[in-house]
């Protein structure tokens, strides 16, 4: 009797792996307990390219499929996960900010002679925001590397990390911003790694209808967000996720399940995109509310 076909594929965010407490960051030794609890439980961990290829219905999935994704890049993705990773030859996608890593020499996992500090998010951001983004963020060296294990995919997720809603002086000036940065993104990526992907993660999951327009017509057609749900197989360009928390595995596997649940997963996506549409319709300074109106969502 074959399996069935999956209807939804939970995808995981992840941002630091690290052993240094603090807001978006799972310790590596909890990282290692989720990827021994997705083998035990059979789930298969999809590349980049067969979650692609299953939602342009190119692909069959008959066992119960994740993605995994790891926004900003950080050093410690390179440190902590990417060898949890190997371990596991499991599959992902790590989402860069194109304006944040160096371009010197791979370093080494453990960094040992560096004498390298893994530091919170607070941090984080604050470094790569003022121009130090070598000492936090994967170098593009390192990037390729993993990439070149044929585990990693690489995404973009801005140039700036997101500066540009809020810039201007009135909302074509703040898409004008978004624009440049589309532009700026898209030139790092080919002149660093030779090729721009298609995968496009909103930097703090914060987007409006016209700004999702704008990444698709710079040619990013697979847009990440930070909305909660389930995914289906069909065109659709959003990608739905929900981030994963310093906790143990039996937590994640009930997120696992619901969001694999593509009538629960997609009731709860819908109350939480009222949610954020609310929330991001405050951030953006001078966009219209229709901006963030619902029907448009449903539809990508
Ligand atoms: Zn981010």
């Not at 499929?65 to 390179?78: C, M, R």
């Not at 700036?160 to 589309?182: M, P």
Request: proline share 5%; net charge neutral; glycine share 8%.
């Amino acid at each position: 009797m074959p399996k069935s076909l999956i209807s939804s594929v939970p995808v995981l965010m992840y941002h630091h792996i690290s052993p240094v407490d603090g807001a978006h960051t799972v310790s590596p030794d909890m990282f290692h307990k989720h990827l021994s609890i997705l083998r035990e439980r059979d789930i298969r961990i999809l590349s980049i390219d067969e979650f692609s290829c299953w939602r342009e219905g190119k692909l069959d999935i008959r066992q119960p499929s994740v993605l995994l994704t790891f926004d900003d890049a950080w050093l410690d993705n390179w440190v902590y996960a990417f060898p949890i990773l190997q371990e596991f030859q499991a599959n992902a996608i790590f989402f860069v900010v194109t304006s944040w890593p160096g371009d010197g020499k791979v370093r080494d996992h453990l960094l040992q002679e560096e004498a390298w500090e893994p530091k919170s998010h607070t941090v984080s951001m604050e470094l790569a925001g003022t121009g130090r983004g070598d000492e936090v963020s994967m170098r593009w060296s390192e990037l390729i590397a993993a990439r070149d294990t044929g585990l990693v995919g690489i995404g973009c997720h801005s140039n700036t990390h997101g500066r540009w809603w809020n810039e201007g002086s009135s909302w074509a000036e703040n898409l004008v911003g978004l624009k440049n940065d589309l532009e700026a993104s898209r030139r790092a990526m080919k002149d660093k790694i030779g090729v721009c992907p298609i995968h496009w993660c909103w930097p703090k999951g914060l987007f409006s209808n016209r700004a999702f327009e704008l990444a698709s017509e710079y040619g990013f057609t697979s847009q990440f967000s930070t909305l909660r749900g389930s995914n289906s197989a069909g065109r659709k360009k959003l990608v739905r996720r929900f981030g994963v928390e310093n906790k143990p595995p039996t937590w994640l596997e009930k997120r696992i399940s619901v969001y694999g649940d593509p009538l629960l997963g997609g009731a709860l996506g819908l109350i939480h995109q009222q949610l954020q549409g609310g929330r991001m319709a405050k951030r953006f300074k001078f966009a219209s509310p229709g901006e963030f109106e619902f029907p448009l969502f449903k539809l990508i």
